[in-house]
């Protein structure tokens, strides 16, 4: 039996229930009219309860079906953004463990290019300068005057030079080396002398070391960049041991921005000149 005739059932026993007391002379046409209109009623008010069911579910699915949409989306920006990451940090890993010691290498070689450049400026500046060690050094002295003598006196100079003249555009004496070692007598050897000639035949003449005459006991050297004189002369002292402890000939030998030592047996022209090198 279905709920709609059981409240039938239980509103038609109400009623004769209060017909048998006597408390309504209700007829039988308006019980059934009263029991078709309580049961419209309800049925409207199921109805009407069972379609807000129904619209409250459809909306509460669509909004589950957005949901599910928006996480769809943000997973897939998620995936997209980790890939995009991923790529990102293979490319820096690539960059760093490739290009960039490339990148340094080269920088580091055109560095070093720029700098011997720059060497080889300075050695050609310097090429018309001389480096004059033995000099006596005289109180309040004229060092170009003191530079004359000393050309005329320790050189064969040809009678034209001694006739014109050695120009010297600028001649001066040079602070006192550090390394500079007293003699027996507790005395420094005199300051070097740099002299720049004006002319490129005097500055050849004078650094060539046949021209001087017998006995003389000046040291004349290139005028080179700093720090290939500190090579020269770190390369002198090694030159002076292998001559003291080996008996052997030995040479400095300047090739453009690269300063070496070569040595030989003493009195055997016919051997070739071999290069040091440092051991370490």
């Known amino acids: 039996m279905s709920d709609d005739t059981r409240s039938d059932d239980k509103v038609t026993q109400q009623v004769r229930n209060s017909s048998i007391a006597g408390d309504s002379d209700v007829s039988n046409s308006d019980l059934k009219q009263f029991m078709l209109d309580m049961r419209k009623e309800m049925r409207e008010e199921m109805l009407d309860m069972k379609n807000d069911i129904l619209s409250k579910l459809t909306e509460n699915q669509q909004d589950i079906k957005q949901i599910k949409d928006d996480l769809t989306t943000v997973r897939s920006t998620l995936n997209d953004v980790e890939q995009a990451t991923s790529f990102h940090a293979q490319r820096l890993d690539d960059i760093e463990q490739k290009k960039v010691p490339e990148l340094k290498a080269e920088m580091d070689k055109k560095v070093q290019l720029l700098e011997e450049k720059l060497l080889l400026l300075e050695i050609h500046d310097r090429k018309r300068n001389l480096l004059v060690y033995g000099v006596e050094e005289e109180k309040n002295e004229d060092t170009k005057m003191v530079m004359l003598d000393v050309w005329h006196h320790n050189y064969s100079c040809s009678e034209e ?27 420094l050897p005199p300051r070097p002398v740099i002299v720049r000639f004006g002319f490129d035949s005097d500055r050849a003449f004078f650094g060539n070391l046949n021209n001087m005459k017998r006995g003389c006991k000046l040291r004349v050297l290139d005028d080179l960049p700093p720090e290939m004189k500190r090579e020269r002369g770190r390369l002198a002292s090694i030159a002076y041991n292998i001559r003291k402890e080996q008996h052997q000939s030995t040479k400095i030998v300047v090739a453009g921005t690269k300063v070496s030592l070569q040595y030989k047996p003493r009195n055997r022209p016919d051997l070739d000149w071999k290069t040091y090198k440092d051991s370490n």
């Open 161 to 187: 030079q001694l006739e014109r003249g050695v120009v010297m555009t600028s001649c001066h004496r040079l602070p006192q080396s550090r390394h500079a070692r007293c003699d027996s007598d507790g005395k």
